[in-house]
C-alpha cells in the first residue's frame, strides 16, 4: 500500500526520523482480521472496549486502532472487548463473570455513562489477569507502547511494573494504564473499583460511598492549576462520580496499609512510573486549548492553505508538537459534562474529518 511522504522541516529533523510501518495490511483487512478470537500468549496485550464490536465503532476510533497495528507491530495482540454474547471479544471470553459487576454481566446499566464505566471494569481486570496496555479507542497514538513504557516495565532490572499518564497530585488520567501481569496495585485497584459497583446499576451516587468521602468537596482548582482547563458545565461531585476509578487509584495511592500489610502508598511511589499527562497525551490542546471546536478547526485545516495565515500556524504548530514532544493524542467525548463538544463528540458527529 502506498503512502504519502511529508516533508519534516529543517527545525525538526533533528527530534524525528522516518519509520516504516510494521502492519502493511490495508485498514479493512487490520480490523477485520481483529474480529476474531485471539489466546492470550503473553503479556503484550493491547486491551480496549466497544461495547457494540469493533467493526461498529466509529471511522475515526477504527483508523486509531488500525495506527496502533502499524505503530506497535506483530508482537503486540490487539483486543477490542465489547458485550455481545456470540462475539469472539465478547468480555467473558477473557474476564470470568465474578470479578465484574453483577450489572454489567446481566447487562443491566443504566444512565448516559454506561461504555465508559464498562471499560472501567476491564481496564483492571485484564490487566490483572493478563498484562500489557489498555486504552481507550480515543487514543491517537504517536509512539510505539515499547518507546513510552513497556521496555522498561518488561526489564527485570527495574523496580517499575505499572505506568500511568500522572494529571495533579495522586490523580491519574485513567486512558492509559499499563502494567505487568498479577500486579498487586492492579489488583487492589480494580478490587475497590468493583466493590463500589456492587448492588449498583449506576454510577450516580457513587461518590456517597464512605470510601470516595475523601473526594466529596474537591473542586477543578487542582485541574485548572496544572493546566487542565476543561470548559465543566456540571458540579464537580458529577465528574468525581463520573471518574470514580479515578478516585479509587488516589485513594490507594494514599494508603499505607491495605489491611494485609500491603502499603500502596509506597508502591505508587516505586514501582509505578508516573509520565506528564498534560505534555504527552494532549499536545494540541497545549497549543488551542480545550475546547473541542478549537482543536476540531485546527485539525481540519488544510495542507494548501496560506502558510501565513493564522489557521495554518496554529495547524502547524499542533502537528508538530505532537510528533516531536508527545507520545499520543488522547480524544475525548465529555458527554454532557462540558459546556461546548468535545473533540471526540465533533469527530463523531462528521465521518472521515479525522483525516
Known sequence: MSRPQFTIPPEFQADLKYVEPLDTREDEEIISSLDAFTPVESEKNIWAYWHSGIKSMPGWCKRNVVNWSRLCGPSWTIRVLDNIPDSPNHVLKYIPADMLPETFVKRTMEGPYTGKHAADFLRGASLYLHGGVYMDVGILLVRS???ICWATLADDSSPRNVAVPHMYNVFLANHFVASRKGDPFIKRWHELFIHLWANRTSHTGIGSDPLLEFAINKDYSGANAN???????VEPITVYEYLAQVACWARLCKLEDAGDGFSCADYAVDHILWYNSLNENWPAETVVGFGGQNVFNTLCTRLDADP???EYKA???VVWRALTRSCMQKVSRSKQLTKTPALGYLWDENDSADC
Do not use: I, M, T, V
Request: aromatic share 24%; glycine share 6%; no cysteine.
Open 145 to 147: 507502547l515499547d518507546r
Open 315 to 317: 495547524a502547524y504548530k
Open 227 to 233: 493546566g487542565y482547563k476543561f470548559d465543566f458545565a
Open 308 to 310: 501565513e495565515s493564522e
